[in-house]
């Protein structure tokens, strides 16, 4: 079964700086998605940005982006120009790319929880 | 476009009791996932269905079982509450954005179990 870990249970940055989440997993596939998901105080839960494995660019999406290690299992967050509004558990979630059962759920950590500074 | 929707908001039980949670999709989607967020934790995948045949289920008891209706939308049914079921339950949408399946969340159900 792979698991997902966040080893940051809290962190905090100032407004306009930059932070790093981390995440680490454990597989035994080749073939697999990472995603990274903002759940605000609102409880709802939104999609950050996404990595297929099968990548070796990082993903970016505006003001994030990711460091993805494959090897060593190792897929960061980083936050650009941090905002109040980036305030929010941000998630780490592992889909294998292999269908049949067990392979369309994500496999979530346990979540970091960012402060922002003004 | 409407987001995914769920129903009701917040719901109060007690124990023993049974419970229903409703999820609409995202217009197109025809994949629906239920998780369970206990607070402080990450999402618990419980179901997922595909064009209204089961295609996951996580390690959760025969007490919850869900179905999708033709129209997409969903129910989760729990029965026999315990205390322990006390949690926010999310629903996702997906379909197959550019060949990743990408699941889209509502705002969640919060349960609470006396």
């Known amino acids: 079964a792979q698991t997902v870990t966040q080893s940051q249970p809290e962190m905090s940055v100032q407004e306009a700086e930059t932070v790093t989440l981390s995440c680490t997993y454990d597989?035994?596939?080749?073939?697999?998605?990472l995603f990274w998901y903002k759940q605000p105080p609102s409880r709802q839960m939104i999609l950050v940005i996404r990595q297929e494995a099968y990548k070796q660019q990082n993903a970016t999406e505006n003001r994030f982006s990711v460091n993805f290690q494959k090897a060593a299992k190792s897929f960061s967050l980083k936050i650009s120009d941090s905002q109040l509004g980036d305030a929010a558990m941000y998630f780490c979630a592992y889909r294998s790319a292999y269908s049949g059962a067990g392979s369309y759920q994500l496999t979530f950590g346990k979540g970091t929880k960012l402060s922002v500074i003004p | 476009d409407a987001g995914v929707t769920q129903s009701p908001t917040h719901l109060i039980k007690t124990r023993g009791q049974h419970v229903t949670l409703r999820c609409s999709p995202i217009s197109g989607h025809k994949s629906v996932s239920w998780y369970q967020q206990v607070l402080g934790q990450g999402p618990q995948f419980i179901f997922q269905?595909?064009?209204?045949?089961?295609?996951g289920r996580g390690n959760f008891p025969d007490r919850f079982s869900a179905r999708q209706f033709p129209n997409y939308s969903s129910e989760l049914n729990v029965n026999a509450l315990l205390l322990g079921d006390s949690a926010l339950y999310l629903c996702a949408s997906s379909f197959n954005d550019q060949g990743v399946e990408t699941q889209y969340f509502g705002p969640g159900t919060r349960l609470l179990v006396l």
């Open positions: 597989t035994s596939e080749s073939d697999y998605y």
């Open positions: 269905y595909y064009e209204k045949e089961e295609r």
